[in-house]
């Protein structure tokens, strides 16, 4: 349980201005409004880490930077298409940085490192498809339906999928590591130990 609370730290603030995002949207109908939170989360974010000295992750930095110009970018058009077709760009940016190698070293406890890099890998090309897949089902939802109504699809497809995949992940790795484990240790005779 506690690898589960490690890695769900992280994708919890990486969603966390996403979420705000449609939570006020979702409460108040105001597009300004959701943005503006949206956006000051972000930056908060990464000054908190900054003033404890800690290290931003280069996922971070892309995050924030995009809320900031995919945030500007709406409040000064205040064109609703613009706000709905921006996570797409957002996907598919998140999409090409997520086909680095390696990305999701940030994401997983020791023991996952320790007993399942390779699987950690294989999930970082995963979660790069979703994210492209992401980026084209925004297009089709924002060119067809309502601001209201696509905000409303997207926001659950866009939770729903991230925590869905997170929880398959988990438990994928987390069965490997131990069949892994379990396999090395049942190796180890007693007067090698």
Known sequence: MKELFYSAKYLAEDMASMILF???LEFSHNVPLAVGLGMALGVSQIVWHLVRKEKV????WLSVSLVIIGGA???LTKNPLFV????SVISAAVGVFMLKRGWMNRYLPPVAQEWTPDIGILFGYIWAGLEFFTAGLNIFIA???DPLSWGKIMSVFGIASMVGLFLIQFSIMRVIGERRHARQAGSVTP???
């Open 57 to 60: 992750d280069a996922m971070q």
């Open 73 to 75: 970018a709406t409040l």
């Open 191 to 193: 007067a090698a130990a």
């Open 143 to 145: 060119v067809t339906f």
């Open 22 to 24: 449609v939570v006020v």
């Open 84 to 87: 709905m077709l921006k996570p």
